[in-house]
């Protein structure tokens, strides 16, 4: 297999990191990028980190679900040893193609820094096993064969129930490992599925196989993971008005710029969630002198003694996590994706009191494509290495109007000799209703005619129209390949091999979207 860089796109994360007018500075304290100087200066800012209480918990739970050696290499984290820091939601099948490139570009990243600043930098993947929304996880696509395989089949489980720790009944993960091994005859994910209780454990499973002990990968729904970060919960329940206040100061700034921005603030919400009976998460928010989650209630003091005790039952929210992140590791930076990016430049006037947040980096991002030339496409008027692929209809009939122009020209042709006939008919008729709901059927027959010269050409050019349906599909047919295409489905048609290959072939500080050519 050959892999080869044809061209290159606009990155997604390119509003947030591309040089625009206006100091955006402020909205990233701890920088923008990867140069020497930044990461020396947050090296700096480290020197006064200290593993939380705890730590040493969450290197046994890594040492018996990962291994001696991820054990020992998250010791020397909590001995002080930077992390390139990331993460995403425990997505059935390890998620899209973005969710590897996110956790590359930490592995790469963090290689890099190690060579660069001459001491030990790892990376360290953060499942977000607390997240609720498994309708936007539970799927896994391959979008060329029409195949959606569902994690949970027909459980709909309660929506504020975190996912990473819903179970996948071992019958389920049988059934799910027989489908994807009989339409992936290559595939390591059955082995995978049928191992792995539950979300986070497939999760867990995907990011093992691909990088090995490269990449640390802890789980926010641990219990061991949650307690580091209950100095950061209490200083969010402490000061919940002066959040609201700097956040809001923030989302103005992002705004101001330019800049898209993904979240909101309540001056009645705290940034935390907990998590009650039956596993239900809910927002901790105000409650008539204290707190609420709707079912149980603290005063200040109540819930400043829980958080202090390390009650487990706490976690964070898209706002807090990053600083949870901080506490619980030494973070050198943070790897974000564009949605990442719209709410971290919101947090800059919260990280003045919060403590300066990490430099933030964008991920890489990529679409890959078996090699050219395309001439179907070409006659379509679509160019594969500058262009997203429009809608596969489009193109199909961009393709037959310019094999077939009569198409075109007998709609033409028919349309204004249906006008015109109806015309002279209504010179001697009187009954103008009559002659509307003939043009009417006029049309409808047309119509029909026009969809059998369709089909009888479409059969003429059958094969191209194939070729160009299997390369818009491939190429991500109406957005980006990276959120449409799980690894595991782009390797069973692209080659077996294409991990490891794009590995070599990509740049993790490359600014923009690299198109890549598969032969």
């Known amino acids: 297999m050959t892999i080869t860089r044809s061209a290159s796109r606009r990155h997604p994360c390119a509003p947030w990191f591309e040089e625009r007018d206006g100091d955006v500075a402020e909205l990233f304290p701890g920088g923008r990028g990867a140069s020497r ?12 980190w200290k593993a939380p209480a705890g730590f040493g918990d969450l290197v046994e739970r890594v040492r018996r679900e990962q291994g001696d050696a991820a054990a020992t290499s998250l010791a020397h984290v909590g001995a002080g040893e930077p992390v390139l820091y990331t993460g995403q939601q425990p997505s059935f099948g390890g998620g899209p193609m973005f969710v590897w490139l996110k956790a590359w570009t930490a592995v790469a990243q963090a290689e890099r820094a190690t060579r660069l600043l001459g ?6 993947f953060w499942i977000a096993g607390d997240d609720s929304d498994l309708r936007e996880v539970r799927a896994l696509e391959d979008p060329l064969l029409r195949r959606v395989f569902d994690s949970h089949g027909a459980l709909v489980p309660d929506a504020r129930v975190p996912v990473g720790a819903l179970p996948v009944p071992f019958a389920r993960r049988d059934e799910l490992a027989r489908d994807i091994g009989a339409t992936w005859s290559a595939s390591a994910l059955p082995e995978i599925v049928r191992d792995a209780p539950d979300l986070s454990g497939i999760m867990l499973g995907c990011l093992r196989r691909w990088f090995g002990d490269r990449l640390l990968v802890v789980d926010a729904a641990w219990p061991e993971t949650r307690l580091l970060a209950r100095a ?21 700034g992002a705004t101001a710029a330019g800049l898209p921005v993904s ?6 919400r705290l940034r935390l969630f907990h998590v009650g009976a039956q596993g239900r998460a809910r927002l901790v928010s105000d409650g008539a002198g204290g707190w609420t989650d709707g079912a149980t209630r603290w005063t200040d003091s109540d819930l400043d003694a829980a958080l202090a005790a390390g009650d487990p039952s706490f976690s964070h929210d898209v706002v807090s996590r990053p600083f949870a992140a901080e506490a619980a590791f030494p973070v050198l930076a943070h790897v974000l994706g564009p949605g990442e990016s719209s709410y971290f430049a919101c947090l800059g006037k919260l990280s003045e009191s919060m403590g300066t947040l990490a430099p933030v980096l964008p991920r890489a991002s990529a679409t890959l494509l078996p090699a050219g030339p395309w001439p179907q496409a070409a006659e379509a008027g679509w160019d594969p290495l500058h262009e997203p692929a429009p809608a596969f209809r489009r193109l199909a009939d961009a393709l037959l109007t310019a094999r077939s122009p009569e198409l075109e020209s007998r709609a033409g042709e028919w349309a204004r000799s249906r006008d015109g006939y109806l015309a002279a008919l209504a010179e001697g008729v009187g009954d103008r209703s009559a002659l509307a709901g003939l043009g009417k059927r006029l049309e409808s027959f047309e119509e029909r005619f026009r969809r059998s010269l369709v089909r009888a050409t479409e059969t003429r050019h059958r094969r191209d129209l194939e070729s160009l349906r299997r390369l818009a599909r491939i190429a991500g047919e109406g957005g980006l390949q990276e959120r449409a295409w799980s690894p595991w489905a782009l390797e069973q048609h692209l080659g077996a091999s294409l991990l490891g290959k794009l590995e070599s072939v990509l740049d993790p500080s490359d600014p923009s979207h690299a198109v890549l050519e598969v032969s």
């Open 119 to 124: 001491r030990p930098v790892r990376a360290l």
């Open 37 to 48: 100087e930044t990461l020396e200066s947050r090296c700096r800012h480290l020197e006064a």
């Open 232 to 252: 950061v919960y209490r200083r969010f329940a402490r000061a919940p008005g002066a959040v609201h206040d700097a956040l809001s100061q923030g989302i103005a």
């Open 263 to 268: 979240i909101r603030t309540w001056p009645d």
